[in-house]
């Protein structure tokens, strides 16, 4: 939420500002803003969809460099919206955001707030996630600390916060590298109600009027031009549009709010009603607030179960679907993606419905979602009406903490179509993942190239063992790709949407693991996806063997293209098949043949050694051994792949 043109205003008026040096003090944060703030202010690239770690890094880096300092931080994230006064400026948002994304231009990873979130714990920074939105709970905490907030939410300059409020562009924390206190800029409300002459109760009309979030619906047009004629100022031109001057002025002609708010009513306000509404909102976000006393409740007034409540209050029952629990509807993420193409979150549907199926199981009266995303093939915004399917295997929400983990687990497998036998000996951490991988893979009515497939797996790999290696305080490693730089506008729009639409299925995946009370451990996304990667390498390589000889855990590399490739991969068929032999012949273990349908069986001395339980640390029993049977199977697969043209060549087989 913001006023246009709020700020380049007050960045006019020296005398509302002060210098101030961070150090040894509180700070509370609005995580939901700084998010964002951080991944621009990182230069990562997000034309491929999203480099993580990178971002991970970066935001674990920003946070570090406070603590330096002795700077104790509050993150506060938002909840669930309490009503559609904001929907307006939502659909208003995705639109603009699918018209950026069509241009190329800048669009914010579908991950970025999870990456955050997993950083901030990991650096271990206390965090509060409100019911609601966070901003009068975060004017609260930083007036209870006595302390400032930091945030670019130029809503925050009209609340009465004593401390103070630092726009986050204004801190040089990357210059001091934790030497010496950070400087920054600090805005007070008091100087700013002295200078423009106005009581602090004029502040929630005169945010309205400016064209806050909940005015978005009002005809502001027609009040400035009212506006406009009744006072001597004239509107003026702000890069910025908005006529901050000419609003004061008109406001400082009344003793008190209710005469502006009657004027406005008498002469130009038409809907009477939609105004009282905006204006008592905003007044209502600009009051006290307890951060966690609302009651959550689904939209037939069924009151969500407290393990519920209390787990999206710790961070881990997923946001998303309490927020279609509330209000029957969902704004869907727009990422980079070919507009000629459906929208990727389309490949994602069922999983979605099974989490529609879980949460409004036992309602009444029948339930239609509304799905607010881009319509298929175009840069239009749509409603996109979905049914809740009758799915009796799923659970209601109430009943879900008395179903066993191992059943909730099947639960999840099946919605996936991923038979669980295929990895029962594959650590726990790496099966929510290679079942998504597996899903995207071969839902019905989407092709994604082997060579996507391989490189999405390359960035599993590489990217756990860079994650682990980060984590265990060393430097982020090289890329394995070539060199070679891709221009943005070279890139190969089909394979940025395939991975588009991984992220989408992972996403919601996620999800799903959240209303089910994690059957699985929760996937860290730095540790799994490189946009930058997947897309390099699915452009640069041309064999197996080269995804293989890049990863720099080729066992495990090995092992879950076995369990995710499809039955008709030539390439993987024939390697499954003469690495048999070939192993027979030298007298070794036999091969397990095909598990439960599956057309790969995984050699026994994979599925038992270290590579598989350990998804990260390559240690295993007879190293050596396997290294060299490991080595065998490269050449085989090379000489295999290279006869078939490589990966281009096995798919060429397949589709014909």
Same mark, same amino acid.
């Given at each position: 939420m913001g006023i246009p043109g709020l700020l380049k205003f007050l960045e006019g008026i020296p005398n509302v500002w002060s210098s101030k040096r961070l150090y040894k003090t509180k700070l509370?944060?609005?995580?939901?803003?700084?998010?964002? /703030?951080? /991944?621009?202010?990182?230069? $990562? &690239?997000?034309? !491929?969809?999203?480099?993580?770690?990178?971002? %991970? /890094?970066?935001?674990?880096?920003?946070?570090?460099?406070?603590?330096?300092? =002795?700077?104790? #931080?509050?993150?506060? !994230?938002?909840?669930?919206?309490?009503?559609?006064?904001?929907?307006? *400026?939502?659909?208003?948002?995705?639109? &603009?955001?699918?018209?950026?994304?069509?241009?190329?231009? !800048?669009?914010?990873?579908?991950?970025? $707030?999870?990456?955050?979130?997993?950083?901030?714990?990991d650096v271990d920074v206390e965090t509060l996630i409100c019911d609601h939105e966070a901003d009068m709970v975060v004017a609260q905490l930083a007036k209870k600390r006595n302390? +400032?907030?930091?945030?670019?939410?130029?809503?925050? %300059?009209?609340?009465?916060? +004593?401390?103070?409020v630092i726009p986050t562009h204004s801190l040089d924390w990357q210059q001091r590298k934790g030497k010496g206190p950070i400087s920054c800029q600090c805005y007070h409300r008091d100087a700013f109600l002295s200078h423009i002459h106005l009581p602090a109760d004029f502040l929630p009309l005169f945010a309205v009027l400016a064209g806050n979030d909940f005015s978005k619906a009002l005809r502001l047009k027609?009040?400035?031009?009212?506006?406009?004629?009744? *006072?001597? #100022?004239?509107?003026?031109?702000?890069?910025?549009?908005?006529?901050?001057?000419?609003?004061?002025?008109?406001?400082?002609q009344y003793r008190g709010v209710q005469q502006a708010s009657n004027d406005l009513m008498a002469h130009v306000v038409e809907d009477h009603q939609a105004f009282d509404s905006v204006l008592e909102k905003t007044m209502s976000s600009s009051s006290s607030h307890d951060v966690a006393s609302s009651i959550l409740t689904r939209i037939d007034g069924y009151v969500l179960p407290k393990w519920t409540v209390q787990s999206f209050r710790e961070g881990r029952f997923s946001k998303a679907a309490v927020q279609v629990a509330c209000h029957g509807r969902s704004v869907m993420g727009v990422q980079i993606e070919d507009m000629k193409r459906p929208s990727a979150d389309t490949c994602s549907l069922s999983i979605r419905q099974a989490v529609y199926s879980i949460l409004f199981k036992g309602v009444c009266s029948p339930v239609e979602i509304i799905e607010i995303s881009r319509a298929d093939g175009t840069t239009e915004v749509q409603d996109r009406r979905v049914d809740i399917p009758t799915l009796p295997q799923l659970p209601c929400l109430s009943e879900i903490q008395s179903v066993s983990e191992t059943d909730r687990q099947d639960m999840l497998l099946s919605t996936l179509a991923f038979d669980p036998k295929l990895f029962q000996m594959l650590d726990l951490n790496w099966r929510l993942p290679v079942a998504t991988a597996f899903?995207?893979?071969?839902?019905?009515?989407? /092709?994604? +190239?082997?060579?996507?497939? !391989?490189?999405?797996?390359?960035?599993? *790999?590489?990217?756990?063992?860079?994650?682990?290696?980060?984590?265990?305080?060393?430097?982020?490693?090289?890329?394995?790709?070539?060199?070679?730089?891709?221009?943005?506008?070279?890139?190969?729009?089909?394979?940025?949407?395939?991975?588009?639409?991984? =992220?989408?299925?992972?996403?919601? *995946?996620?999800?799903?693991?959240?209303?089910?009370?994690?059957?699985?451990? #929760? $996937?860290? $996304?730095?540790?799994?996806f490189d946009g930058h990667l997947a897309h390099h390498a699915a452009s640069e390589y041309s064999t197996y063997r080269q995804f293989m000889q890049a990863s720099r855990q080729p066992e495990m590399f090995e092992a879950i293209c076995q369990l995710v490739c499809r039955p008709e991969d030539d390439c993987k068929t024939n390697l499954s098949t003469l690495e048999t032999r070939k192993k027979e012949q030298a007298g070794a273990p036999k091969t397990v043949g095909p598990v439960s349908g599956s057309q790969f069986g995984l050699p026994i001395s994979v599925v038992k050694s270290d590579v598989i339980m350990k998804p990260v640390e390559v240690v295993r029993e007879g190293g050596e051994k396997m290294a060299a049977c490991v080595g065998q199977a490269t050449d085989l697969v090379d000489r295999i792949c290279d006869s078939d043209d490589g990966v281009g060549g096995c798919r060429e087989k397949r589709e014909n």
């Open positions: 509370v944060i609005d995580g939901n803003n700084l998010v964002y /703030h951080l /991944h621009r202010l990182s230069s $990562v &690239d997000a034309h !491929y969809g999203g480099q993580y770690l990178e971002y %991970y /890094h970066f935001v674990k880096r920003f946070f570090s460099t406070l603590k330096k300092n =002795q700077i104790e #931080s509050l993150v506060v !994230y938002d909840g669930v919206e309490e009503d559609d006064l904001k929907l307006l *400026t939502k659909r208003q948002r995705l639109s &603009d955001t699918v018209r950026r994304a069509q241009c190329g231009d !800048y669009i914010n990873p579908l991950f970025l $707030v999870s990456v955050f979130q997993q950083a901030v714990v302390c +400032p907030v930091l945030t670019t939410d130029n809503d925050f %300059y009209l609340f009465d916060i +004593p401390g103070g027609r009040l400035h031009q009212y506006m406009s004629s009744n *006072t001597c #100022s004239t509107f003026r031109s702000f890069p910025s549009p908005g006529p901050i001057q000419c609003i004061i002025d008109w406001l400082s899903f995207w893979s071969h839902v019905e009515g989407y /092709h994604v +190239p082997n060579k996507a497939v !391989y490189a999405l797996l390359l960035c599993f *790999t590489n990217c756990s063992f860079d994650f682990d290696e980060l984590k265990k305080g060393g430097q982020h490693l090289d890329k394995p790709w070539s060199p070679r730089k891709i221009k943005h506008a070279e890139r190969d729009m089909q394979l940025v949407h395939s991975f588009t639409e991984f =992220q989408s299925v992972l996403y919601e *995946t996620m999800v799903l693991n959240s209303v089910l009370d994690f059957p699985f451990p #929760s $996937v860290i $996304v730095a540790g799994l």
